[in-house]
């Protein structure tokens, strides 16, 4: 049997398996894997095909380190543990609780299953019972809301389901669904520790459990306790370093990761949407926009993940894109999160915050979680000039994740804004260690050290020089990194980051200000320095242009002709007619 054939088999069990423990995003999320892999040659018909789609460009474009077997190639992989059912007795008790949970009347699904024992049974139980918990501390989010959304409320179920799991786990009566809640409830608690251990022998036991996979990633916060982990090499574990190197801003490993996978699901719209995420994280934005454009075709209907998208746009400044994309989320499902988030950049974009904010708000109210809308809410209040409520959301964005280098960016901003240039040192400072490669960032933190108050020009170049290694497409680090030089009366480094800046905008075909500036100064630099040639050149350029520097390049021209000896004066209209 090949590799393809056996990880279909054990996805389809898996599907099975996740869907009747009521783990229904797990289930989509295997779901789509096993119609992202290739189907084999001999079984590749017309009317098996999903969509037709294997001569793609974009597949071809993007798919790089192509394998044949499952990923990554020459790697010994554990075999995946079968589930033992034990529901033969009780079957009746365990299908009328799950009609209840279905229908989210998950008090009556623990009530029906208050007497059984079987592992299926207890492990239903326990979730119906945290989930009615997590209702009602919604609700009770909703009536005592603070501001922004804060709220005291908990969980109330949370100590009973840590005592019985507790015992359950001590007494080795517990399946893999029954830890995976276990570790949700330790995590839930603060005991993070025990959180992950739990959560390590869930996936070990039954890999295919992608909820149990992404709370085990939001306990790894840093590279070593990821290290540290005792994983099982079974193939779904390189679904979990990918996801989890791009949460840790590993963005090169994760693309490589991602790319790698893509070889087995060939047609996966996770994988192509997860790839687009990691390339938009390199701010590669050509090729995200291809990339999601693809998925679109293929998935029209696709909500998940083009939140990204709208982002890139809104960089873009693409107005009718974004316009196009917003109304076709409206039309397939309102009220989602990426739904209201992609609308609030569009009313962003055009300049309407308030509105925008309205839609990030609404973003919010159907997930408080919801990272990217606390941000760009944010983003929204400080172009209102509303910097406390932009200091909070900010805040709010940096509690649920506090890797955000966008919110502590953001903090920066607020706090620069209100004249305190020490707090937003240090928030620039957390949004550079989060994000060393983002030249926006060490620009911000550079201005930051030239302010009136702090002034601090050497900490500022050294800013700038980060910032022109980081490919600062603004062109603002060469430009500011010849200014200070120059107001240190440091003249040889300033005409070096002088040329290489005129060299750019040559380069790009630039025009303005910055170019007459660096012109000016090399010229008087080279005439300074005797470089009398070299000066010329800047000189006859600077003839080209009209007002003031016209007439100074003209006059360093006739005396760059009366110092040179044996160079007889003449009128400086005789080089350039």
């Not at 590279?223 to 540290?228: A, C, F, H, K, M």
């Not at 920066?412 to 240039?421: L, V």
Request: glycine residues 4%; hydrophobic residues 35%.
């Amino acid at each position: 049997m090949s590799s393809k054939e056996s990880c279909r088999i054990e996805l389809r069990t898996a599907i099975r398996q996740l869907s009747d423990r009521c783990l229904y995003s797990a289930s989509k999320w295997a779901a789509e894997q096993l119609v992202g892999i290739e189907q084999d040659p001999a079984k590749f018909t017309p009317s098996n095909t999903r969509f037709q789609r294997g001569s793609s460009s974009i597949r071809r474009r993007f798919r790089t380190n192509e394998i044949t077997s499952t990923p990554p190639t020459g790697v010994a992989y554990v075999s995946t543990p079968v589930m033992e059912e034990d529901e033969a007795i009780h079957g009746d008790f365990y299908l009328l609780a799950k009609s209840y949970f279905d229908c989210r009347e998950y008090r009556r699904a623990a009530h029906v299953l208050r007497d059984q024992t079987g592992k299926k049974s207890v492990f239903l139980r326990c979730y119906a019972l945290y989930l009615a918990g997590e209702k009602r501390k919604e609700e009770e989010m909703i009536e005592l809301e603070g501001p922004l959304g804060k709220s005291d409320a908990v969980n109330r179920e949370l100590v009973s389901l840590e005592r019985e799991l507790a015992t359950l786990c001590k007494n080795n009566t517990i399946d893999p669904f029954g830890l995976y809640l276990y570790g949700l409830v330790l995590k839930e608690k603060g005991n993070e520790n025990l959180a992950r251990k739990v959560l390590v022998e869930s996936v070990n036991s039954y890999p295919w459990n992608w909820s149990a996979w992404s709370e085990l990633q939001s306990l790894c916060t840093t590279v070593d306790i990821l290290n540290g982990l005792n994983l099982s090499n079974h193939w779904m574990k390189e679904f979990f370093l990918a996801s989890i190197y791009q949460e840790l801003r590993m963005h090169n490993e994760s693309l490589s990761k991602y790319e790698n996978l893509q070889g087995m699901f060939t047609f996966s719209n996770y994988i192509q949407a997860q790839i687009a995420k990691a390339r938009y994280s390199l701010r590669e934005f050509e090729q995200v926009e291809v990339i999601f454009e693809d998925l679109l075709r293929n998935d029209p209907y696709r909500v998940e993940d083009m939140d990204t998208y709208s982002n890139v746009l809104y960089t873009k400044e693409c107005f009718s894109a974004l316009s196009y994309l917003a109304h076709r989320v409206i039309m397939t499902d309102k009220y989602r999160p990426e739904s209201c988030c992609i609308i609030g950049n569009y009313y962003s974009l055009k300049g309407q915050h308030e509105k925008s904010v309205v839609y990030f708000r609404r973003a919010l109210k159907l997930n408080k979680n919801y990272l990217s809308a606390w941000t760009l809410m944010g983003h929204e209040y400080v172009e209102m000039k509303n910097t406390p409520a932009a200091v909070d959301a900010y805040r709010r964005a940096v509690d649920i994740n506090p890797r955000d280098y966008r919110a502590w960016y953001g903090l920066g901003q607020a706090y620069e804004m209100m004249g305190m240039p020490h707090y937003a040192l240090h928030y620039f400072r957390k949004s550079v260690f989060f994000q060393p490669i983002d030249s926006r960032l060490w620009i911000a933190m550079a201005q930051c050290y030239e302010s009136e108050q702090l002034h601090m020009l050497e900490e500022a170049i050294k800013c700038y020089k980060r910032a022109a290694n980081c490919n600062d497409t603004e062109a603002i680090a060469l430009h500011r990194l010849a200014m200070l030089h120059r107001e240190l009366d440091q003249p040889e480094e300033a005409a070096f980051y002088y040329k290489k800046d005129l060299e750019r905008m040559e380069a790009e075909e630039r025009e303005g200000p910055n170019l007459v500036e660096a012109l000016m100064f090399l010229a008087t630099h080279c005439k300074t320095q005797k470089k009398f040639e070299e000066a010329e050149v800047y000189c006859t350029r600077l003839l080209d242009y009209t007002g003031p520097e016209r007439e100074t390049a003209k006059s360093l021209l006739r005396g760059m002709r009366i110092a040179q000896s044996g160079f007889p004066s003449m009128d400086v209209e005789h080089f350039h007619p």
